[in-house]
């Protein structure tokens, strides 16, 4: 239980910390948000009163703990560009990227457990090492390239599915997925990959230990034996890795949202640095850091639950 | 896919309600009552009097809002909300004889305190820099309920040109509470909604005082890149596709039976500046250098596939005083050796700051290399737009060389003004700008030639080409605006054929 | 046998991109900056081997100047992993106690913090660059450094030779120098090869997004993306750029792949 504790009050140092360094690195970034809104019109006088007006010009730990205040309270605080309410416009981006990394995550498993097995199965056989051939190709291809190529062959090529956009889940499930399907083939294609590999050494491991040769000398059938004994054995570094390839998905989907051009959260980042949306950029990072810091948490939590040997600890 | 429309015939009003409810999910194709636009800079704000971009003014001039005057596809002025007006014989006074029948979307009618307070207005609360040009209003005065009799400083061809643009908007007196969301004008549409991050739509002004729009609502689609633009278009889910961001994609709509491609002329100059304070580029003959290093057909055609105007100086085709090729500057490198040489700038390294936009890092590529040819050692670095490049380069003029389009309709003021980006010094040439603001209409069109031939002769900048206004449109869509002349995109005389 | 077939395969790969790297240093079969507005988007074959791109420019050359932007990349942000992680984990290895705490809950933060963020961020600031991209890609994997070297700490310090040292009244400095770092040498090398291809992917990323390598330099990943708009009509000026940047990296983790058994030859077979 203390671990949990530990682990939580960790998690919320590190959110301070990096929301503080985030806010500081903007605030000290060339251009500002009132040169921003005013464009080519600017003029210093007119800089200066907008600055006054969206509070720009305050010290920045002042700026930082109204922030941080507001934070408590549920408000991300208006956008300086587009005077929007920052909280409800995240979380409408967020849901669009989770929807993206669930799918994609998914997929990687669709994919993975199956081909894991086999590989593990197929163990020194000519057709095992085509599968971790393959898995091994598929890890060199980062998922924006693994997007393009999608985009050539489904979109270009055959026609049937878009290039890019989105269209929200309520307003056309169908036309939904159909956006989706390209990108999260291109996200589970590559983390499929890397999982198998996993899937394959973990089984492997387990395939050496005792209960397995007991049932094997059962005359229980060797991927039988792999899925029914060795899969739950295997969990354990599955999960790990599961974990942190789904800490780096949230990340990486920004690359994928650009490729696919999906409103999702790496898109709204990058636009607010862009037009120095001081409050916006804070918003997003921080709902980053914490996503993947709570699936960092989770993981772990996890690890103890599947590993008895680590509670005690 | 075939085009799916259905004769005129079966058109009733229960389908224009189908078309609001599905805007979401793109334009309903069975009607010829709407019209989905794709766009891809979406507005901030909707008001344009606190909030700078051209997306804003894009959206709502001469459909939401309009002005006493009004600019023609030929680049004249001609009579708006005003039916006529007169200029005195020295140029100083203004009347304008208001059109009696005209109402706000509030309901109230637009009268001489409207115009008098939408003029005082700009002065007082307007943040961006263009309201400037009011500056040179003495008084605006109402003479009766229909006339408004506006006094100049001095003289000024411009202020009434400036009447065209956003800063002629003219509002409700009890309109104004809250732009940013509700805009309220006297266009020939009003808003009828607005997504943000997504779509605005505008709905038929159904007590508009003059030729009913065609369309009962318009729907300006925002795309947040070109990609799903051209698929947009090509799904048919918007029936125009508002600006082709890449020519070489043009090859996509290629299909006469569906698509019309649109290409006009546009008021947006690229202009490769040189910072006329700094060296090398002090030096006139460094920057005529320059200008005849640059292949500028060879550049239009690989960064913008052929399509766009090569100018030689700030105007475009629109303009009266518009010289065509005189201006322009041959291409000769070997010229242009012979000039660094005497210069003594053969050599030099050259901070190139642009924005990071695909156009201007395209276009800088080819820059780079062809200075490269005539020993001109560019280094480029893209900016982050909008902040950084403002910051840096348009605000403090910390650089050597950029590229940026410059879209404002007759902005031959920014090279008056030596604190501008450009750093150009010439009184000479502030003095012809002026002069050619004071005088008659008619003398004008002369003096801003020479102006303009002053300013390709200093070199006080290289221009790249003029931005084509490429459209792509459904087939059987009518009047669309060819030339973008002013700062919006009217709808009013848009139609679909066989209606 | 196999793990020498893979070892061998991705020895290869890798020195082929080193090979053409050095070359296109000396030597291109064209400007690969010179713009050509006569040859658009000429096809493979003929006078340019790999064709040439919207700008007229020979894909091959450019190519060529790509690999060697992408193992200036990998060189630069391995380089300042391994010189900030090591010795941290070496320190928090051999000490233990509260700077060991401090520096892992730091290595830790920064795990969290996205390495991505970190790249726009230090864009913003210095413009962006391929090395301040790699800088950020640098901080952000020095983590995985610290941890792989604090562990091999860990298990060296309870070697004799350790005792022994320590009896002999060596300082803590020279037993790191001596004694730990050479016994950990080859996991870091292995890390190493992982981080390099971790790096390489990121550089092709973040030039992807504009935020890497600048113009005209050809990056692949800024090849990427120039060419994305093309995919409809020219969709070969994706492909090379995209097969070299899989290429190598598949390169990278076979060479990873194949040290790592044999620095650990438990785990043959296994992976």
């Not at chain 1, 029914?228 to 690359?255: D, E, F, K, Y």
């Not at chain 2, 569906?258 to 580029?281: A, C």
Request: glycine share 8%; charged share 20%.
């Amino acid at each position: 239980m203390s671990h949990v504790v530990r682990r939580t009050a960790t998690l919320l140092v590190s959110v301070v910390v990096a929301s503080f360094v985030v806010f500081a690195f903007l605030a000290v970034l060339p251009g500002n948000a009132a040169e921003v809104a005013l464009g080519t019109n600017a003029t210093p006088a007119a800089v200066a009163r907008l600055s006054r007006e969206f509070g720009t010009d305050r010290p920045l730990l002042v700026q930082y703990a109204d922030w941080a205040q507001g934070l408590l309270h549920g408000d991300f605080g208006t956008s300086y560009v587009t005077h929007e309410a920052i909280g409800p416009r995240i979380a409408n981006r967020f849901a669009v990227t989770v929807w993206l990394v669930a799918g994609g995550m998914l997929v990687a498993l669709l994919l993975a457990l199956p081909a894991g097995v086999l590989a593990a199965a197929w163990h020194r056989t000519g057709r095992g090492a085509l599968l971790s051939g393959l898995s091994q190709v598929g890890i060199a291809v980062p998922a924006f390239l693994a997007g393009i190529l999608l985009v050539y062959a489904f979109a270009v090529r055959v026609g049937a599915l878009p290039a890019g956009g989105y269209t929200p889940l309520a307003e056309d499930p169908q036309d939904w997925a159909r956006h989706l399907v390209l990108p999260w083939l291109s996200l589970g294609l590559v983390q499929g990959a890397v999982l198998t590999r996993y899937v394959r050494s973990a089984l492997l491991s387990v395939q050496r230990q005792d209960f397995m040769r007991t049932a094997r000398a059962k005359g229980v059938r060797r991927w039988a034996a792999l899925c029914r004994h060795g899969l739950p054995n295997a969990a354990i570094p599955v999960v790990t890795v599961l974990g942190l390839q789904l800490s780096n998905l949230l990340v990486g989907a920004i690359v994928v949202e650009r490729v696919f051009v999906i409103p999702g959260l790496g898109d709204l980042l990058l636009r607010g640095v862009q037009d120095r949306d001081l409050l916006l950029v804070q918003g997003v990072v921080v709902v980053l850091v914490v996503a993947v810091l709570v699936v960092n948490l989770v993981t772990d939590l996890l690890y103890r639950v599947l590993d008895p040997r680590l509670r005690s600890r | 896919m075939p085009p799916r429309r259905i004769p005129a015939l079966t058109l009733s009003a229960a389908l224009v309600t189908v078309t609001l409810a599905g805007c979401g999910s793109g334009a309903d194709r069975h009607s010829t009552d709407a019209l989905t636009v794709g766009l891809v800079a979406e507005p901030a704000t909707l008001d344009f009097s606190t909030t700078d971009g051209a997306a804003i003014p894009q959206a709502l001039l001469g459909n939401v809002y309009e002005g006493l005057v009004r600019i023609d596809q030929q680049g004249r002025i001609q009579p708006g909300l005003a039916k006529s007006y007169d200029r005195s014989a020295d140029g100083r006074t203004y009347t304008f004889h208001l059109r009696n029948n005209v109402k706000f979307t509030n309901g109230k009618a637009f009268t001489a305190d409207d115009a008098v307070f939408s003029i005082n207005r700009v002065r007082t609360v307007w943040k961006l820099k263009i309201a400037q040009q009011m500056d040179d209003v003495r008084s605006a005065t109402k003479v009766d309920a229909d006339t408004v009799k506006v006094t100049l400083k001095r003289p000024s061809n411009n202020w009434l040109y400036s009447m065209t643009t956003r800063i002629g908007a003219m509002y409700s007196r009890d309109g104004v509470s809250d732009l940013k969301e509700h805009p309220v004008g006297t266009g020939p549409f009003e808003v009828e909604s607005w997504q943000r991050g997504d779509s605005l739509v505008l709905k038929r002004n159904t007590g508009y005082w003059g030729a009913r729009p065609a369309l009962d609502t318009v729907t300006l689609k925002y795309f947040k890149d070109s990609g799903a633009l051209n698929n947009a278009m090509l799904a048919g889910d918007i029936n125009v596709l508002g600006a082709v961001q890449a020519p070489e994609t043009l090859s996509l709509f290629k299909d006469k039976s569906r698509f019309q491609v649109i290409d006009g002329s546009s008021t947006s100059e690229v202009v490769l500046s040189m910072n006329n304070s700094r060296k090398p580029f002090q030096d006139k003959r460094v920057r005529q250098a320059v200008r005849y290093a640059i292949d500028h057909e060879a550049l239009l055609k690989t960064t913008r596939a052929g399509r766009g105007t090569l100018i030689g100086s700030q105007e475009s085709p629109s303009d009266p005083w518009y010289a065509g090729a005189s201006n322009r500057y041959p291409y000769d490198p070997a010229k242009a050796k012979r000039l660094l040489k005497e210069a003594g700038a053969e050599g030099t390294s050259i901070r190139m700051r642009i924005p990071n936009l695909p156009y201007a890092v395209s276009a800088a590529q080819v820059v780079q290399d062809q200075l490269a040819q005539v020993g001109l050692k560019v280094r480029i670095e893209p900016l982050e737009f909008p902040a950084r490049w403002l910051s840096e380069v348009f605000d403090k003029a910390d650089y050597d060389m950029s590229i940026i389009a410059h879209a404002e309709p007759r902005d031959q003021w920014i090279f008056a003004d030596p604190h501008y980006y450009f750093r150009y010094d010439n009184p000479a040439y502030a003095r012809l700008l002026q002069k050619a603001d004071a005088g008659s209409p008619q003398e004008a069109s002369a003096d801003y030639r020479r102006a303009l031939k002053l300013l390709s002769q200093d070199a006080a900048a290289d221009w790249l080409y003029l931005v084509p206004n490429l459209m792509v449109a459904d087939k059987s869509l009518r009047g669309l605006p060819v030339n973008q002349v002013g700062e919006g995109l009217e709808f009013a005389g848009v139609r679909w054929s066989g209606k | 046998m196999r793990s020498r077939a893979t070892l061998v395969t991705g020895c290869l790969i890798v020195a082929l991109v080193l090979a053409v790297a050095a070359v296109s240093m000396v030597w291109t079969p064209y400007d690969p900056n010179h713009v050509d507005a006569a040859r658009q988007l000429a096809g493979a074959g003929g006078e340019h081997l790999l064709g040439t791109d919207q700008l007229g420019r020979d894909v091959a050359s450019r190519l060529m100047v790509g690999a060697r932007i992408t193992v200036f990349a990998g060189v630069v942000a391995v380089g300042i992993a391994l010189l900030a992680g090591v010795p941290m984990g070496v320190v928090a290895g051999m000490t233990g106690g509260w700077l060991s705490t401090v520096i892992m809950r730091v290595s830790d933060f920064l795990l969290a913090f996205p390495a991505l963020l970190l790249a726009i961020m230090l864009a913003a600031v210095y413009g962006s660059g391929t090395l301040t991209a790699m800088v950020a890609i640098g901080i952000a994997s020095a983590p995985g450094f610290a941890r792989v070297s604090r562990a091999a700490t860990l298990r060296v310090m309870t070697a004799e030779y350790i005792d022994a040292a320590r009896l002999a009244k060596r300082g803590r400095v020279a037993i790191a120098l001596r004694h730990v770092l050479p016994n950990i040498a080859d996991i870091v090398i292995v890390q190493a090869s992982v981080s390099f291809s971790t790096a390489i992917l990121a550089e092709a990323a973040l030039s992807y997004l504009g935020l890497g390598t600048t113009p005209p330099t050809p990056s692949w990943g800024r090849m990427l993306q120039e060419s994305q708009d093309l995919l409809f009509s020219t969709p070969q000026l994706s492909l090379w750029p995209g097969l070299a940047v899989a290429a190598t990296v598949l390169g990278l983790n076979l060479l990873g792949d194949g040290l790592r058994d044999r620095v650990d030859p438990a785990l043959e077979g296994v992976r």
